[in-house]
């Protein structure tokens, strides 16, 4: 008896939250062969550690691995260590700028302690792709070169635009869709994940093992999940996203930022909720029978639990409704003693509630601190020490000052 669980099963689970499945009979046939077989398919997931920080817009990509892992196939965790040196042009309308292996390798180490708040020990391995890239010789990246067109590459939208508007193409750029694919015929996967945006380099790495004699991998992509301004993609840049590794506070706050028209979204692709819970939160959103507002709450709770626990998750409620409903200061918050007199600039940065002092100026003239719940507008303000004080700097920092 096989230890897969039939296909439909496979196939409910891993549907959901997919944008795309190229071919979807291929990935049937290749579930059935595995049960079969009583042998785990090779699932890859590439990821590019030029940006350690994760949020939950990465999540989503990573719960479809984790997925996988559950069903009891193998995830392979490719660390994009020596393609991260070319630097990935998808979406980019100039060159990016290139890091060093070094550099990368120390992205890689965050990456992976944050991947494995999502992904299981086990069925997973990880790998770096410098250990078979970084051997080629400069023949084989001529050989490798030749499986591809400049016409084909010219197909990228983001490559024509460049092309079109007369934005210089480098062409260590075109090598990164075929080194990324090399990857796939290196590591004979039998199935790439990856976000909408990385469609292209996905399926050449399906011709690049078609060209090898592969049975080649099945392509599944998964949704840009947009940021909590409802309107760019969630990353740090915009400031519109929700870091795994931030605290429960932070964690409930954001989510409950989020636009009435993403709650079902969020709930689909960031939480494990079960279908028919999810099909009742659509439905009641769609018919408004529902108070968008506890859904939010509820979707905050969901993913406070996941990253922390139901606890924390609790008791980040409560402390929210503390701030915000009764606006009140949190029971617990961060303690300093000041033993001379401070430049609130300064002291802002050195206790993270700023990220430089041009941020903590910025800050202070638009009126997001305040002592006492006295607002503070002046950036050459100086903090004495005396008497027991409250900073607060946006909605959720607060700092305890002792003398």
């Not at 496979?10 to 499945?21: F, H, K, Y």
């Not at 391995?125 to 010219?154: C, H, P, Q």
């Not at 840009?224 to 932070?250: F, H, Q, R």
Request: hydrophobic share 35%.
């Amino acid at each position: 008896m096989s230890k897969f669980v039939p296909i439909k099963e496979q196939m409910d689970l891993i549907l959901r939250g997919t944008e795309e499945i190229i071919p979807i009979e291929d990935l049937e046939r290749k579930l059935e062969q595995s049960r079969k077989d009583d042998k785990p398919l090779q699932v890859k997931f590439g990821c590019d550690p030029s940006h350690p920080d994760l949020h939950i817009g990465h999540s989503v990509v990573l719960r479809k691995l984790r997925h996988f892992q559950d069903l009891g196939h193998e995830a392979v965790l490719l660390i994009g260590d020596f393609t991260a040196m070319i630097g990935d042009p998808t979406g980019r309308n100039k060159t990016r700028p290139q890091i060093t292996l070094e550099e990368t390798k120390r992205n890689a180490t965050s990456y992976i302690e944050q991947a494995s708040i999502i992904l299981a020990e086990e069925n997973l391995t990880i790998v770096y792709n410098s250990e078979w890239l970084g051997e080629m010789g400069f023949s084989d990246v001529i050989k490798l070169s030749s499986k591809y067109t400049v016409a084909r590459m010219l197909e990228r939208d983001d490559f024509t635009k460049r092309y079109k508007d007369g934005v210089p193409i480098s062409v260590h750029e075109f090598l990164y869709p075929l080194a990324q694919g090399y990857d796939s015929v290196h590591l004979q996967s039998d199935v790439e994940l990856g976000g909408t945006d990385q469609k292209f380099n996905l399926l050449v790495g399906r011709d690049l093992q078609k060209e090898a004699g592969q049975d080649p991998q099945v392509i599944i992509t998964t949704p840009i999940l947009e940021g909590t301004d409802g309107i760019e993609k969630m990353s740090k840049s915009y400031d519109n996203y929700i870091g795994l590794t931030d605290s429960p506070a932070d964690i409930y706050g954001r989510t409950l930022s989020i636009p009435d028209s993403l709650i079902a979204r969020y709930f689909e692709y960031a939480t494990e909720i079960p279908n028919i819970e999810l099909e009742e939160i659509k439905s009641d959103l769609e018919q408004g029978v529902s108070n968008p507002r506890d859904l939010k709450r509820k979707l905050a709770r969901e993913l406070v639990t996941i990253y922390h626990n139901s606890e924390k998750a609790l008791i980040a409620e409560a402390e929210f409704d503390k701030m915000f409903i009764k606006k009140d200061v949190p029971d617990e918050l961060p303690e300093i003693k000041l033993s001379k007199p401070e430049k609130l600039v300064f002291l802002m940065v050195q206790n993270n509630m700023a990220g430089s002092n041009g941020e903590s100026r910025r800050l202070i003239t638009q009126g997001a601190v305040s002592i006492e719940k006295e607002k503070v507008s002046d950036i050459h303000f100086i903090i004495e020490p005396g008497a027991d004080q409250i900073l607060k700097v946006g909605k959720r920092k607060f700092l305890k000052i002792t003398s």
